[in-house]
């Protein structure tokens, strides 16, 4: 390809229209910067001179005068709720709000915004509000989610549902908590005087529809499971409570600790006292936990005497050593001896009073279950965390066990 003299005419072209875009554009910026009011670089030196009451006093004025300044409105806002500064949030976002001019997108941003300030501030039944407001706007799937965490934290489990049915409606999106919102339900129906069996019975049944649409958990089965077993004692049905109660043995092992008792009370109840506390002596030797421990020490110290029940606790504390295990251990002797029977110890001539205060101070902090979450220890099982509201966040096992 040759070259072509009069192609050097289109250099200069070229440098001079590049040379007046450049012109255009700085006027351009120069003309915009004019129109800026002066509240808009006040509002910014009270921020550089951390003045924020008085920036934000400035930044509503701009919002007033130039609708176009709303984003710095919107980032101001989010600036301030992740600070912590909820109380300034609320400011921003409700100034917005009183602006009869507000584009209705910019409108339905501002109430989302809100309804989190309200959330961030705690002030449940407000956010509740602000978030109800936008159910049919583009904010609707983030606004169901915070509705459902809303209605988590009153314990509100119908709402709770109806929040996750609305959830599905707009998104394929599993919520494995379903099945312990239906259970709470069942347990308060169960709770009732009198109980409401029918109505238990459909939120159990839902439970299972729940686990076997979003995949179950150990921790949800065996949550049913004993509900199940607290249906069936209610209806009268010790075999039935039995049955399900012993389900837990064999599908979720690690928390026969939380079944044992009443396990046991079924099996004496149907007059298998031997064969109940035979069941859970071979449990613990396959899955030792202390609150199993304390179950079957405490049976064999009432139906068989000391002899059998020491030997068991030698047993089990050689294997598996734990304060808490010998705390307990100590704790039924004491309460023996006390009944004029302290001739039957093992320890002969031992102060078992100063040993038990001495081993009780040093294991008041293990004996515990801790959210594997937040860390939030409690002394009952919980399936939801009190602290962070996370679920199945405590293991079926004390403090000391899980160092």
């Known amino acids: 390809m040759s070259f072509e003299p009069w192609w050097l005419i289109f250099v200069p072209v070229v440098f001079a229209l590049g040379w007046m875009a450049a012109r255009f554009d700085f006027r351009q910026m120069l003309s915009e910067t ?8 006040k509002g910014l030196n009270f921020l550089l001179n951390e003045q924020p009451d008085r920036a934000i006093d400035a930044f509503v004025e701009v919002a007033k005068l130039d609708p176009e300044t709303t984003e710095l409105h919107f980032a101001l806002g989010s600036l301030f709720r992740r600070r912590g500064e909820v109380e300034r949030a609320i400011r921003v976002h409700q100034s917005l ?10 409108r339905e941003n501002a109430q989302f915004e809100l309804a989190q300030d309200f959330l961030k501030a705690g002030m449940l039944d407000r956010a509740e509000q602000g978030f109800q407001a936008v159910m049919h706007t583009r904010h609707a799937l983030d606004a ?7 209605y988590e934290s009153e314990h509100d489990w119908p709402r709770a549902i109806d929040a996750v049915r609305h959830l599905h409606k707009l998104v394929d999106e599993p919520v494995p908590q379903l099945a312990h919102y239906q259970c709470e339900l069942a347990g308060g129906m169960l709770a009732a005087h009198p109980p409401d069996l029918e109505g238990a019975a459909r939120a159990l049944e839902a439970a299972d529809n729940a686990m076997r649409q979003t995949g179950s958990s150990p921790a949800a089965e065996t949550r049913v499971r004993m509900l199940r077993a607290q249906w069936a004692a209610a209806s009268g049905d010790v075999e039935g409570q039995r049955a399900h109660l ?21 099996y004496e109840t149907l007059g298998q006292p031997d064969e109940g506390l035979t069941l859970l002596h071979a449990h613990y030797m396959r899955v030792p936990t ?3 421990f304390n179950v079957v020490f405490r049976a064999l110290r009432a139906r068989q005497g000391s002899l059998p029940a020491w030997t068991f606790a030698r047993e089990a504390l050689r294997a598996h050593p734990s304060l808490l295990g010998l705390d307990r251990l100590l704790e039924v002797e004491l ?16 102060d078992l009073g100063l040993l038990r205060s001495m081993i009780h101070k040093h294991t008041q902090r293990l004996d515990r279950y801790a959210c594997n979450h937040c860390g939030f220890e409690a002394r009952r099982f919980y399936w939801q965390c009190p602290g962070c509201n996370t679920w199945e966040s405590y293991a079926p096992r004390r403090l000391e066990e899980l160092k």
Do not use: W
């Open 97 to 106: 709000l009183t602006r009869q001019d507000l584009p209705m997108p910019d």
């Open 246 to 266: 012993q389900d837990v043995l064999t599908g979720a092992p690690d928390y026969a600790g939380l079944v044992a008792e009443p396990l046991l009370a079924c």
């Open 34 to 41: 004019r129109n800026l009011p002066d509240s808009y670089f």
């Open 144 to 150: 169901v989610r915070a509705l459902i965490r809303i």
């Open 335 to 350: 309460a023996h001896a006390k009944e004029g029977a302290s001739g039957e110890h093992m320890i002969p001539g031992a």
């Open 290 to 292: 202390l609150d199993l």
